[in-house]
């Protein structure tokens, strides 16, 4: 006889919450021949929660290749089982397809509404599309990066899009440049009314351990210690290498930067292996986990941001006036780290 074991998704996905999720999933998962994944409960699910899912039911499913892994309730099920207003938008963001289950919408890049991105793969094919004159993968991810914010925010010129541009650009460059790994998970929601946005970003790459140990000159004893490390300013694995053109290296400053927006207006969260890391104005903890790759979070209060440039060359002088403090770190932030657009350089 078969056995069967039950996952039951959480009803809330906040991020704490879809964090634990991984983790049971993890160590809590028994190996059985059939894994039921029940979305039933589901009631709220932002961007970051749904990308935890995505990594923990794709890794679950990398551990177990045997088995056969489906999802409750199905919408070939529709008429005979209820299926709530979650379910239906998760398959609407694509969730079920990024698991690999031919269950509701496959989302293409392009694919946007109502101020949100759905979960869309990004590789190489996709950064092709946006060549322009400069270092190849940069310009391609900075104008895929402004596209993805448009999609977001509907407005050219407005310091949420600069914002949000920025990120997109920084993170996923730092993970096509250090995740080994070309390919990445973006998924995005803006709510005007609520003055709320919120970003997240998801590779199964190696992770940030494995990445910075390979630098000889960082002796990290684990995820927590590495992922705390990543946050501080002119971190980077490529430090102590030869630079052949300070304008675009990669300084160890954007993912810094982006931690000090959510530091300023909102909250940012940056998982890797064991371990993730909250901060905010007024918090910055630690929580066990367990991620293949990375797993990253923007969230924002949208009326408080205002004046991005200035932050942005406030949070790189600070930063800069940190790392040069301190031992094995690169004292001055790229040109491409330090600006909203890289058309300036």
């Known amino acids: 006889m078969k056995k069967n074991y039950e996952i039951k998704i959480p009803s809330w996905l906040n991020p704490e919450k879809a964090l634990q999720f991984a983790h049971n999933i ?5 190996e059985v021949d059939e894994y039921c994944y029940n979305f039933n409960s589901l009631k709220h699910c932002p961007p970051f929660g749904l990308l935890v899912v995505l990594n923990a039911i794709r890794y679950n499913m990398v551990r177990f290749p045997n088995a056969m892994h489906y999802p409750y309730p199905s919408l070939d099920l529709e008429g005979s089982v209820s299926i709530s207003e979650a379910v239906k938008y998760v398959c609407h963001l694509g969730l079920f397809q990024h698991c690999g289950w031919n269950e509701g919408r496959k989302t293409i890049f392009g694919d946007s509404t ?22 190849e993968l940069l310009t391609q991810i900075e104008a895929f990066s402004h596209t993805l914010a448009l999609r977001l925010t509907r407005d050219q010129n407005d310091d949420l899009t600069k914002l949000l541009t920025y990120c997109f650009r920084e993170i996923i460059r730092n993970t096509f440049e250090h995740g080994e790994i070309a390919e990445i998970w973006v998924c995005g929601q803006f709510w005007p009314q609520r003055n709320r946005a919120e970003i997240a970003l998801m590779d199964q790459g190696c992770g940030i351990l494995r990445s910075l140990s390979k630098n000889t000159n960082y002796d990290l004893k684990d995820d927590e210690a590495a992922n705390l490390f990543a946050l501080e300013p002119g971190v980077s694995k490529s430090y102590g290498e030869k630079i052949t053109d300070s304008r675009y290296q990669n300084s160890g400053f954007g993912l810094y930067v982006a931690k000090s927006f959510g530091e300023k207006w909102g909250t940012f969260v940056l998982a890797s ?32 941001i205002n004046n991005i440039s200035v932050s942005i060359d406030q949070i790189v002088q600070k930063g800069e006036s940190i790392a040069r403090g301190k031992a094995g770190r690169i004292n001055s932030a790229s040109k491409a780290s330090s600006i909203i657009s890289l058309k300036k350089l």
Do not use: H, W
């Open 26 to 30: 993890r160590y809590k998962t028994p």
């Open 114 to 135: 109502f101020n949100c991105i759905p979960i869309m793969n990004i590789n190489n094919s996709v950064l092709m599309q946006y060549k322009t004159e400069g270092p």
């Open 273 to 304: 292996g064991n371990n993730a890391v909250f901060i905010n104005s007024n918090t910055n903890k630690s929580i066990i986990t367990n991620i293949k790759g990375t797993c990253v979070c923007l969230a924002l209060d949208t009326s408080k």
